[in-house]
């Protein structure tokens, strides 16, 4: 919940009623009304887990209610009225702080609830909890316009992910016009027999014959359509486009009196050989990323789809975009319009027709040009005119070359600088369209909780001298520099301020451990931390205990993390204690 211009306690009392609001949601099944009570996970006492944040504003509330001004809350470490310390860290986001880490103000807060996954009729239940727990989140921001709430549950990245589609069409057929318009302009030229906008289209309708054969092939083998089919087309466009395009240019280099048949097979020989060879670089690549050698399913199958589509684009342009050309051929060889089919006048029977209706039919016929201009039909292309006549003459100029050498070591250098800050790590906004709720969610995760890392698990799984001073010691200096949820440095603690030394003998550190610490109710929680063991003369020994650390980043600089974690991992590896990271 984003929450700028709402106060810490105004905010206190709103998670107060949404919470309540949340709690009381309830699943109709027969016989029986299923709430949260019922599906969510438990703790030691039979009660539900929930967020310590939601303990701190009922503290925070009960003590402005009552005008108690002893209570305050700190950040990222909060100690509540009975003493316990509870990590706030990703559950305040935004914070503000005065002196002492005291929070001044909060620009979000974030709520987690835990569900159970049992078994099937509790998964089910489950399914339906978490959809009336996003109406009842959505119902609640209509009543509270001031904040900003953002619900997401474990099936929401999924949903998502399944209507990228759906959500996409209107892009799709945005990017599809523009193709189109380009096709058909790469297309035309101002001779109106000479050019070919209709080939442009139907390279397109080529295309796409292809791509809904190769779909209809797919579904017919069994395969399942994912949004990550969306990439297919695109690559197709590149493939196809490129065949249609050698084609209609090794068109264009042959001679006008020559048949259309002869002028198709000379169309052939000429660009097939180099459309074939791309083509087969396309199924290598491809086929490399279908084979068993890719361990990502998702990748592979994308990457099998796209050697059958390419295929048959391939199969598709050889057949019927050739035929086209054939069809547009003999419509130029009679000089009928390219667009309108129609017989096209000489220019003699135009000089009284108006300008527009002159230039619609600009044309050039074979019996007005000259055995050397012949050659040189085609030239009138926008294109082929400036590459010709300027770019070439420009790109060759002698003062112009260092200027290209300089240019492309420019462009390498910043190839390099952007190669090396390539980094490792997935965004779950990369995956699924924009404007949904798995984008709303993560854009305020990272911009709200990205103070503070995710709880790293802090594992020793031997029996140690917890109780010699220089074990202490390590285990300290291994966990320096991090936030840390310890029972280790609670009991610590715990023994300082009853000016009790660390050092005390094993049985006396433990029995204390047992019988005084874990008794108490703010330090009760840590029973789960920490594995004891009798052994055959009754003495206790702990076998096994666990610590959590957080670590202070930022959202531009995650690097730094991935390699503190790797540290800890090399550290656990040659550290003479038993330790997992």
């Given at each position: 919940?984003?929450?700028?211009?709402?106060?810490?306690?105004?905010?206190?009392?709103?998670?107060?009623?949404?919470?309540?609001?949340?709690?009381?949601?309830?699943?109709?099944?027969?016989?029986?009304?299923?709430?949260?009570?019922?599906?969510?996970?438990?703790?030691?006492?039979?009660?539900?887990?929930?967020?310590?944040?939601?303990?701190?504003?009922?503290?925070?509330?009960?003590?402005?209610?009552?005008?108690?001004?002893?209570?305050?809350?700190?950040?990222?470490?909060?100690?509540?009225?009975?003493?316990?310390?509870?990590?706030?860290?990703?559950?305040?986001?935004?914070?503000?702080?005065?002196?002492?880490?005291?929070?001044?103000?909060?620009?979000?807060?974030?709520?987690?609830?835990?569900?159970?996954?049992?078994?099937?009729?509790?998964?089910?239940?489950?399914?339906?909890?978490?959809?009336?727990?996003?109406?009842?989140v959505?119902?609640?921001?209509?009543?509270?316009?001031k904040?900003?709430?953002?619900?997401?549950?474990?099936?929401?990245?999924?949903?998502?992910?399944?209507?990228?589609?759906?959500?996409?069409?209107?892009?799709?057929?945005?990017?599809?016009?523009?193709?189109?318009?380009?096709?058909?302009?790469?297309?035309?030229?101002?001779?109106c027999?000479?050019?070919?906008?209709?080939?442009?289209?139907?390279?397109?309708?080529?295309?796409?014959?292809?791509?809904?054969?190769?779909?209809?092939?797919?579904?017919?083998?069994?395969?399942?359509?994912?949004?990550?089919?969306?990439?297919?087309?695109?690559?197709?466009l590149?493939?196809?486009?490129?065949?249609?395009?050698?084609?209609?240019?090794?068109?264009?280099?042959?001679?006008?009196?020559?048949?259309?048949?002869?002028?198709?097979?000379?169309?052939y020989?000429?660009?097939?050989?180099?459309?074939s060879?791309t083509?087969?670089?396309?199924?290598?690549?491809?086929?490399?990323?279908?084979?068993?050698?890719?361990?990502?399913?998702?990748?592979?199958?994308?990457?099998?789809?796209?050697?059958?589509?390419?295929?048959?684009?391939?199969?598709?342009?050889?057949?019927?975009?050739?035929?086209?050309?054939?069809?547009?051929?003999?419509?130029?060889?009679?000089?009928?319009?390219?667009?309108?089919?129609?017989?096209?006048?000489?220019?003699?029977?135009?000089?009284?027709?108006?300008?527009?209706?002159?230039?619609?039919?600009?044309?050039?016929?074979?019996?007005?040009?000259?055995?050397?201009?012949?050659?040189?039909?085609?030239?009138?292309?926008?294109?082929?005119?400036?590459?010709?006549?300027?770019?070439?003459?420009?790109?060759?100029?002698?003062?112009?070359?260092?200027?290209?050498?300089?240019?492309?070591?420019?462009?390498?250098?910043?190839?390099?600088?952007?190669?090396?800050?390539?980094?490792?790590?997935?965004?779950?906004?990369?995956i699924?369209?924009?404007?949904?709720?798995?984008?709303?969610?993560?854009?305020?995760?990272?911009?709200?909780?990205s103070?503070?890392?995710?709880?790293?698990?802090?594992?020793?799984?031997?029996?140690?001298?917890?109780?010699?001073?220089?074990?202490?010691?390590d285990?300290?200096?291994?966990?320096k520099?991090?936030?840390?949820?310890?029972?280790?440095?609670?009991y610590?603690?715990?023994l300082?301020?009853?000016?009790?030394?660390?050092?005390?003998?094993?049985?006396?550190?433990?029995?204390?451990?047992?019988?005084?610490?874990?008794?108490?109710?703010?330090?009760?929680?840590?029973?789960?931390?920490?594995?004891?063991?009798?052994?055959?003369?009754?003495?206790?020994?702990?076998?096994?205990?666990?610590?959590?650390?957080?670590?202070?980043?930022?959202?531009?600089?995650?690097?730094?993390?991935?390699?503190?974690?790797?540290?800890?991992?090399?550290?656990?590896?040659?550290?003479?204690?038993?330790?997992?990271?």
């Amino acid at each position: 919940m984003s929450m700028a211009d709402v106060s810490l306690e105004k905010s206190a009392t709103m998670m107060s009623h949404l919470h309540a609001a949340v709690t009381k949601i309830q699943v109709p099944r027969p016989g029986f009304n299923y709430t949260f009570a019922h599906i969510c996970i438990l703790n030691n006492d039979k009660t539900c887990i929930v967020d310590d944040i939601v303990h701190v504003l009922e503290e925070l509330k009960n003590a402005r209610a009552t005008n108690r001004t002893n209570f305050a809350i700190t950040y990222p470490i909060t100690h509540l009225k009975d003493g316990r310390a509870v990590y706030n860290g990703h559950q305040l986001g935004g914070v503000t702080v005065h002196s002492k880490d005291r929070v001044k103000s909060a620009e979000a807060i974030q709520l987690t609830y835990y569900l159970q996954s049992i078994n099937s009729l509790n998964d089910m239940v489950a399914e339906r909890w978490e959809s009336s727990f996003c109406d009842t989140v959505r119902l609640f921001q209509k009543s509270n316009s001031k904040v900003k709430m953002y619900p997401y549950t474990s099936s929401s990245l999924r949903e998502d992910f399944q209507k990228t589609s759906r959500v996409s069409e209107r892009y799709l057929v945005t990017s599809l016009i523009l193709v189109v318009t380009m096709a058909i302009l790469c297309c035309s030229m101002q001779d109106c027999v000479r050019s070919k906008p209709w080939l442009g289209l139907l390279g397109l309708v080529t295309i796409s014959l292809a791509t809904l054969t190769a779909a209809g092939i797919i579904n017919l083998t069994g395969g399942k359509y994912n949004s990550t089919f969306l990439g297919v087309p695109f690559v197709m466009l590149g493939h196809g486009l490129y065949g249609t395009f050698e084609m209609l240019s090794s068109w264009r280099k042959t001679r006008e009196d020559q048949h259309v048949k002869e002028r198709t097979a000379a169309v052939y020989a000429d660009s097939m050989l180099s459309f074939s060879l791309t083509t087969a670089m396309y199924l290598v690549t491809f086929g490399i990323g279908a084979s068993p050698f890719t361990n990502i399913e998702a990748a592979r199958i994308f990457c099998c789809n796209s050697c059958i589509a390419i295929l048959f684009n391939y199969l598709y342009v050889l057949s019927f975009y050739g035929s086209s050309l054939v069809f547009t051929g003999y419509i130029e060889n009679n000089y009928q319009h390219s667009i309108f089919c129609r017989k096209v006048p000489k220019p003699e029977a135009l000089q009284e027709k108006p300008a527009w209706y002159r230039f619609l039919l600009t044309a050039r016929f074979s019996e007005d040009t000259t055995e050397g201009e012949e050659a040189n039909t085609y030239e009138s292309h926008l294109l082929v005119c400036f590459l010709k006549r300027y770019y070439c003459d420009w790109i060759t100029n002698t003062y112009v070359k260092p200027f290209v050498v300089l240019f492309y070591l420019i462009y390498i250098s910043f190839a390099l600088m952007g190669y090396l800050q390539v980094s490792e790590g997935s965004d779950l906004s990369n995956i699924v369209a924009t404007a949904t709720q798995t984008i709303e969610y993560t854009t305020a995760q990272q911009k709200y909780f990205s103070n503070y890392s995710p709880v790293i698990g802090f594992y020793i799984y031997e029996s140690i001298e917890y109780w010699n001073t220089s074990v202490q010691e390590d285990v300290l200096e291994y966990t320096k520099g991090f936030v840390r949820i310890s029972w280790f440095e609670s009991y610590l603690n715990y023994l300082r301020k009853l000016n009790v030394s660390t050092g005390l003998p094993k049985k006396n550190f433990t029995d204390m451990l047992r019988n005084s610490f874990l008794k108490a109710p703010q330090f009760s929680h840590f029973q789960e931390d920490i594995i004891f063991s009798k052994k055959y003369n009754d003495e206790v020994d702990v076998v096994a205990s666990r610590m959590f650390l957080v670590a202070k980043t930022m959202e531009t600089n995650r690097e730094e993390l991935y390699d503190l974690l790797e540290t800890l991992r090399r550290l656990s590896v040659t550290s003479k204690l038993c330790l997992q990271i």
